[in-house]
């Protein structure tokens, strides 16, 4: 009776392309790879896909946008922390990046389910699973100016508009904001060899 139940109990892991097996529910930071997330990164499209461009503007595309305005944003930033914000919606390599208000109206907890994923990705690089709350804000700073810069540039909202939802940028340096008004998608592949590169030289 054992042996039926656990062969027809619902599948909780996803194969990775490296091989690995990553339990869904209880996700193992050995079963965490960076190669993994980058490849999965790379092709999870922002705001559902309806971007303009011949690509998809990827996770990973954004996440490489997060990390350099926070270093732009904190001088002083270090490589940990800096690492932390290239990292920080790394989960959506398994769980997909649902947009805002389809997350409050699922019934689950996924926010929780998502910290409990993110956590793994942590011990896995070398990082602390919960950040100081200084680094926190400035990696929700840094993600809502992505935000705002992608929805004008890229998801077709006027100014107004993403300012209501994502506030009005600010403390950028000239150089960066002129970079983030000329959005462009990557192909999948350079997306991800971006992100590898820029995760080696960090990790480093």
Known sequence: MSNIAANTAPRAWQRMLSGRRLDLLDPSPLDIEIEDIAHGLARVA??????????TFSVADHSLL????????????????????LLHDAPEYVI????????AALSIDYRAFEAKLLA???????????LPEAVNRLIKRADKIAAY???????????????RFFGQPRGLSPALVQALTQLSPLPAAEGEARFLKQFHQLAR
């Open 149 to 163: 810069y992608e929805a004008i540039g890229l998801a077709g909202f006027s100014r107004d508009e993403a300012r």
């Open 66 to 85: 997060v990390e350099a305005i926070a270093k732009d944003l904190d001088s002083a930033l270090s490589k940990e922390h800096a690492l932390a914000a």
């Open 46 to 55: 922002r705001w559902n896909g309806q971007t303009r461009g011949d690509h």
């Open 120 to 130: 793994a990705i942590h011990l896995r690089f070398g990082l602390p699973a919960d």
């Open 96 to 103: 997909g990046d649902l947009i805002s208000p389809f997350k």
